[in-house]
């Protein structure tokens, strides 16, 4: 028992010095890392500890291995797959609100932010995206995971790292709220995914915001008199 | 190489499985997990099987394992270290700038629901925090660590379970800022302070929502205005 935790000191060790030497070395995603063999030398430990100073890097979304060629810099940039753990969260209701008031808070500023700061190609993909959520509402497909993509890239407007990076995890409350929901709203999402689009695509913040503000309003009253009518609310 | 990556699935889906068996026994922090070789048993999968995927359970904060007692569930309630990745983060000035800009949308809105939704053992437990950093700012000690502690209870008060587990998160940014910054300030945080958990104590949302906010652009401000007395800013 004692050795397991030395163990993982040393492991938990060489996986910080290993996010050092990416940062210092000025890695960026899609790089290649030095080999085993090679980051075993640089970090002065051994090579069991380097394979599982590894592992914690990939359980973390920092690096992927790719079987053949190597370890790489992972383009999720370190952001966990489910860092709030809201897998262990048993009352699934309660977590669907939740993550409806803390979207609700923060994407309208997120969009006055992108409508402020947005570059011509950042509009571009946006609108590719938007053109991809109405393709499958059209056609009446499950479009949750074009609708991510949708808000993620708004966040990645605003040039604010941060929310690039809290906007997926944030994001996993359209999935949950997708599974959650019982009706799909096909023709207001339509209506107000372009109002919000236009309005970032012209610069507008304000109209961005309450473009933003709306739309997740009008789902959220939604979801609640859905769950008013089924009686399990107020 | 091919055998490896067999592995690593088969310690992901076992992670996976453990997760789900936390969940559907509805164990709480601080309960204590099977055996190692009870789990092995449960999950039909070998025992370095287990250890490996509770290795990633521990990377996620989602358990710990206390030598020669055994595994428990993590206080920590599955939020991860470091979520969003900062530690990569090159540009240290532009990752304080975009955490604070994070923080004046979503801290006063908290502090608003807060003021709402919390209960009196809530708002004694934030008194104890506020006299915790009062205490160290009249010493003129580093009251950073407490600091964060004061916001995070703050979100506590809100009774959303996401915002319990973002602000934390969030936190960093005030440790990161304590770093960035030049000099402390003292004489503005007590006067901030109490007028928040006042605010907070009286149930008054408005007031809780304005006094987050002025204490947060006060020191954004000062911090840019020290990056330009430095020219290195605007």
Redesign the interface.
């Known amino acids: 028992?004692?050795k397991?935790?030395e163990n993982?000191t040393l492991t938990e060790l060489a996986s910080e010095n290993l996010?050092r030497l990416?940062?210092e070395r000025?890695y960026v995603p899609g790089d290649k890392l030095p080999t085993e063999a090679e980051l075993s030398e640089i970090l002065g430990v051994g090579r069991n500890t380097v394979r599982?100073a590894l592992?914690?890097l990939?359980?973390?979304?920092?690096v992927v291995?790719r079987?053949?060629s190597g370890t790489f810099v992972s383009k999720k940039?370190?952001?966990?797959d489910?860092?709030?753990?809201f897998?262990?969260?048993?009352d699934r209701e309660?977590?669907t609100r939740?993550?409806m008031?803390?979207r609700v808070?923060?994407e309208p500023?997120?969009a006055a932010?992108a409508a402020q700061n947005a570059r011509k190609e950042d509009v571009k993909k946006l609108e590719e995206l938007l053109e991809e959520v109405e393709g499958r509402i059209r056609k009446r497909q499950d479009y949750a995971e074009a609708d991510i993509r949708f808000h993620e890239q708004i966040a990645n407007c605003s040039h604010?790292?941060?929310?690039s990076?809290?906007v997926p995890?944030i994001g996993k409350g359209i999935a949950i709220f997708a599974r959650e929901v019982g009706t799909t709203e096909y023709e207001q999402t339509l209506i107000s995914h372009r109002a919000i689009f236009r309005a970032i695509q012209e610069g507008k913040a304000v109209e961005a915001q309450q473009a933003m503000q709306f739309h997740l309003l009008y789902n959220e009253n939604r979801y609640l008199e859905e769950r008013a009518a089924l009686g399990r609310l107020g």
């Open positions: 028992m004692e397991n935790t993982r996010i990416i940062r000025n599982e592992r914690i990939v359980s973390r979304n920092i291995i079987q053949g940039q370190g952001v966990s489910d860092p709030f753990g897998s262990l969260a048993a309660k977590l939740d993550l008031q803390v808070m923060l500023p997120i932010l604010n790292s941060v929310m990076n809290l995890v």
